[in-house]
T-cell receptor, first 109, second 114 residues
Framework: LAKTTQPISMDSYEGQEVNITCSHNNIATNDYITWYQQFPSQGPRFIIQGYKTKVTNEVASLFIPADRKSSTLSLPRVSLSDTAVYYCLVGGATNKLIFGTGTLLAVQP | SQTIHQWPATLVQPVGSPLSLECTVEGTSNPNLYWYRQAAGRGLQLLFYSVGIGQISSEVPQNLSASRPQDRQFILSSKKLLLSDSGFYLC?????????????FGPGTRLTVT
């Protein structure tokens, strides 16, 4: 399972777009990139998953460059309720997910 | 729709006492089941996962054990708790067919060992 590196914390203001970048230099050919969100005292919640280029859903967008050695989670127009820890995970042909320490996003009014 | 239950929500146990945490899933068949632990301010640590009844894979050697007596029931146990067992315990499930990176987490059990 590829190791991921992401910022420990980020600050933003309501209404701004937030981009959280994750590095995964050792990503394997069959690895997918997955992002989870976790609020305090709750279990993580799946946000988005992708393999290459761009994926968008109702919550976020995921940008993956051609070399796939990094990925960027984009949250449009964040609100206070988006304050949470965001985890980037990379996994292949296995159901095991390895969570790092994630990025604590603090959204201020 | 699928739901996942965990109990108890909070637990305070003395060192050396036994532990039993239960997780059940409804609305799906043959799910993959997982136990995670999260220490304060840390990421999640995968403890056990199961792809079927009686099939348990241990990720971290320690004084915890897991069992899956029924298809949608997953139990985390310990014979003697240590102070270091304190943490937030999360059960999760994913679809059993193929590989799935989308896991659904339960509400968690906050365990404090005193």
């Amino acid at each position: 399972l590829a190791k991921t590196t992401q910022p420990i914390s980020m600050d933003s203001y309501e209404g701004q777009e937030v981009n959280i970048t994750c590095s995964h230099n050792n990503i394997a050919t069959n690895d997918y990139i997955t992002w989870y969100q976790q609020f305090p005292s709750q279990g993580p919640r799946f946000i988005i998953q992708g393999y290459k280029t761009k994926v968008t859903n109702e919550v976020a967008s995921l940008f993956i460059p051609a070399d796939r050695k990094s990925s960027t989670l984009s949250l449009p127009r964040v609100s206070l309720s988006d304050t949470a820890v965001y985890y980037c995970l990379v996994g292949g042909a296995t159901n095991k997910l390895i969570f790092g320490t994630g990025t604590l996003l603090a959204v201020q009014p | 729709s699928q739901t996942i239950h965990q109990w108890p929500a909070t637990l305070v146990q003395p060192v050396g006492s036994p532990l039993s945490l239960e997780c059940t899933v409804e609305g799906t068949s043959n799910p993959n089941l997982y136990w995670y632990r999260q220490a304060a301010g840390r990421g999640l640590q995968l403890l056990f996962y199961s792809v079927g009844i009686g099939q348990i894979s241990s990720e971290v050697p320690q004084n915890l054990s897991a069992s899956r007596p029924q298809d949608r029931q997953f139990i985390l146990s310990s014979k003697k708790l240590l102070l270091s067992d304190s943490g937030f315990y999360l059960c999760a499930w994913s679809e059993g067919r193929g590989v799935s990176y989308e896991q659904y987490f339960g509400p968690g059990t906050r365990l404090t060992v005193t």
